[in-house]
């Protein structure tokens, strides 16, 4: 069985910066590609970052160049480094295990991040 716990969200400015952290239980880490999501108020719960097994990522357009995801197999976890945060980045962040077709095969609790001055 899988779990994934995210940690870090809170309330950061504009132009701020945020790490969200993801501890994964169970021994399917390593072997699975992981991402983060994000999901604000009223829209779909949309893929920020991904990185494969073997430390391979992508990101969705809007956060290239100011998120960067890494992981860390031998501690099961996965980070989210969020820097230069503008509003629009406030949503509900949540971990997620991909399983071999590329879908989101377990999910976290979530985290909420807020950018407000």
């Known amino acids: 069985q899988v779990q994934l716990v995210e940690s870090g969200g809170g309330l950061v400015q504009p132009g701020g910066s945020l790490r969200v952290s993801c501890a994964a239980s169970?021994?399917?880490?390593?072997?699975?590609?992981m991402a983060w999501y994000r999901q604000a108020p009223d829209n779909e719960r949309d893929m920020v970052a991904r990185i494969t097994t073997d430390g391979i990522t992508n990101y969705t357009e809007s956060v290239k160049g100011r998120f960067t995801i890494s992981r860390d197999n031998a501690k099961k976890m996965v980070w989210l480094q969020m820097n230069s945060l503008k509003p629009e980045d406030t949503a509900v962040y949540f971990c997620?295990?991909?399983?071999?077709?590329?879908?989101?095969?377990?999910w976290g609790q979530g985290t909420q991040v807020t950018v407000s001055s």
């Open positions: 997620a295990m991909v399983n071999i077709w590329g879908r989101p095969a377990y």
């Open positions: 169970g021994s399917a880490f390593s072997g699975n590609n």
